[in-house]
């Protein structure tokens, strides 16, 4: 029997829940395309702020890629370095079987993301099946003008969704963006693994089949 109540919506976060990444082999790439080290390319953006600004969208990669070449004091083509930069991603092939179940449930599904204009795209290159999928809404951070766990972009993505806040279902793998989410009046739980969350789903009435 279910434990919670059946939710009208559901969103995915994107990293490390329907496809996970290896931002270490992200800094590898870009410091072989930039001429420096990966340990220079990691202080240049966090010394820059640099992701945070450019997956809330008040830089673009040019600016991204200027102020990158000048803290790592080295010369890079723009396009080469965002190939570095977003190569980096690979699917969750477990997470299939739940949203083909969710589809087939008929609950509407949508992506709550912290992403940058080059990683989204370099995703939708990929063509995975998922990504975006049927997804009925999708916010991303440097669309939406903020970041998780900030409240502004869940009451965006709420809107967006189109249903009260209380019947939304929504999973990520960083516990403070949860939190927040639970905050916003949203029942959010931590992925931890597809099989987990097809559990959680299952407590809440959504039948995956599988």
Known sequence: MPTA????????DLGNVLAFFDRERALRQMAAVAGCTPEAAAAAIASGNLQVELECGRIGWPAFHQEFSRLTGSTSDPAALADAASDMFTLNVGMLPVIAGLERSGVRIGLLSNTCAVH???LLAKRYAVIPGNSSSIVLSHEAGCMKPHPEIYRIAAQAAGVEPAKIFFCDDISAHVQAAQEAGWDAVLFESAVGLADALDRRGINLGL
């Open 5 to 12: 109540p059946r939710p009208e919506f559901v969103f995915f």
């Open 120 to 122: 989204w795209e370099h």
